[in-house]
């Protein structure tokens, strides 16, 4: 008697994931991001995570389910995402992918920043503060999104004021036609990836904050969870401080994360001049703290479980309209409430839950009275159980279920695009001259790093970025 054989079940697709930024122990909010997406494919995928980013450190990554590759300069990646069926990536050389989808990969780009929008809240770009140097470079900065957009067969972002910029984006680069959404939706073609949280509950074995620095078991503690990039506003809630240890002097504010864990970002003038304003207003080292260094990802819980406020200001600007603050899901994460500026995505949630207290832009007077309401230990356990009720849709299993979705029905969600040609031939590679050493000496903010993996035309300098592929 004939039998027919059961189908085959689908071969699970070889995704690479080309990573953005230094992966390792130190990480930054787009190392983190990578590695744990690496982390959440490998139920759906055959996952490989490259890493280009000079100070990285792989070691620290093993026993996570996927493979780390290495690679240098670009015929490395070429091979390497050619290897592969589909490619997340960020930011990335626009020959590998012009090859890599030649050799049949399929790319999803991660859009989870408005990049454009905050290179433009920035107050250099690839090292210039100056026009018409600044529009040059950013020029270059759309340049390479509109090449994503015509590329990419899937891209993900954080929130739906994100992804109608996007969409957008998208129309005006002719990546979006009527043929690309016949039966289908926008979600179909862009997806809710924001940043997620880790499944695990934070744990810590020391006392990060007070043990370390000597405050007072009873004393208030304000966290500033993250970097302080031309954005951000540390000003304001150190002018606030100020004012209020006047007649609180329990009150604290501490800032971690002061320098990059990539050398080519290092310690922003952001950070310098918020340690100048609190030096004029004497509480530099009383009142508020500087923590120098980088906060390894891992040890990270140490500070958060140690304080019980978490603040996050910035300022009025465009950048603001489509900011995803990421490092707000550290605040949810260690269940703290949260004070954080108007006009972002994250300001409207946590008003809307009651999940801390929003202020507005440079208001010195709102952030002493939204202080003064969590200082009480009533209030904060209020808040602190509406935000345990929510805590669950940031994990990052819940966070990245529609990439794993796609990913997992790759060959009939990821359709092949036609990439577009380069507009202008590349040149030929010369020795760095002054401008090119110019350049590469005096960016210093994260988007001067976003230059330098764009700006592809400057000789050798042109090489060692292929090589690092920075955020």
């Given amino acids: 008697m004939l039998t027919t054989p059961p189908p085959a079940s689908p071969r699970r697709p070889r995704v690479v994931v080309v990573t953005a930024d230094v992966v390792g122990a130190r990480m930054a909010g787009p190392g983190i991001r990578f590695v744990e997406i690496a982390t959440q494919l490998t139920q759906v995928a055959d996952v490989t995570l490259a890493v280009g980013i000079e100070g990285s450190e ?11 590759r290495e690679f240098r300069g670009r015929d490395e990646l070429v091979a390497l995402v050619s290897a592969h069926d589909v490619a997340f990536c960020q930011l990335i050389d626009d020959e590998v992918v012009r090859q890599g989808a030649a050799a049949g990969c399929r790319f999803v780009f991660d859009l989870y920043n408005a990049l454009p929008a905050e290179a433009i809240g920035a107050e250099r770009i690839g090292g210039f503060d100056t026009q018409p140097q600044m529009d ?108 209020l240890r006047r007649e609180r002097p329990d009150v604290h504010l501490v800032f971690y994360g002061t320098t ?32 120098e260094g980088w906060v390894p990802a891992a040890e ?15 300022k009025e600007s465009f950048e603001t309209r489509y900011a995803f603050r990421t490092r707000v899901l550290d605040h949810f994460w260690a269940t703290l409430p949260s004070i954080v500026t ?16 929003v202020v507005g832009y440079g208001d010195v007077a709102g952030t002493v009275d939204a202080i003064r309401d969590l200082s009480d230990r009533r209030r904060r356990e209020q808040v602190r159980g509406h935000v345990a009720a929510i805590r669950d849709d940031w994990r990052w299993s819940a966070t990245t279920s529609d990439l794993r979705s796609v990913v997992a029905d790759w060959e009939t969600r990821l359709l092949p695009r036609d990439v577009p ?17 110019a350049r590469a000496a005096a960016s210093r903010s994260p988007l001067g790093a976003v230059y330098r993996a764009l700006r592809r035309r400057l000789g050798a300098l042109v090489r060692a970025l292929r090589q690092r592929h920075a955020r």
């Fill in 300 to 314: 990270r819980a140490a500070y958060l479980l140690d304080a019980d406020v978490a603040i996050c200001a910035h």
């Fill in 136 to 243: 040059d470079v950013f020029s270059d900065v759309l340049s390479f999104f509109r090449f994503c957009m015509r590329a990419g067969s899937y891209f993900v972002t954080s929130n739906e004021r994100q992804r109608d910029f996007w969409v957008g984006y998208m129309m005006s680069a002719g990546g979006l036609l009527p043929s690309d959404l016949r039966g289908r939706h926008t979600s179909d073609l862009i997806g809710l990836v924001p940043f997620g949280m880790e499944d695990g509950e934070p744990h810590a074995d020391r006392r990060a904050i007070r043990g370390e620095l000597g405050i007072g078991e009873d004393d208030l503690v304000l966290l500033w969870a993250g970097g302080i990039w031309d954005w951000f506003d540390a000003e304001t809630p150190i002018r606030a401080v100020a004012e």
């Fill in 421 to 437: 040609a380069r507009e202008h031939p590349e040149p030929v590679p010369t020795a760095p001259g002054r401008l090119a050493r």
């Fill in 58 to 68: 792989t070691e620290s990554l093993a026993g996570r389910g996927f493979a780390v």
């Fill in 260 to 291: 990059h864990p990539n050398s080519l970002i290092g310690k922003p003038k952001t950070v310098e001049r918020a340690e100048e304003v609190a030096r004029e207003l004497g509480v530099l080292g009383a009142g508020v703290h500087f923590i």
């Fill in 342 to 357: 108007e006009g972002d995505w994250f300001s409207e949630y946590i008003r809307a839950g009651d999940l801390g207290d």
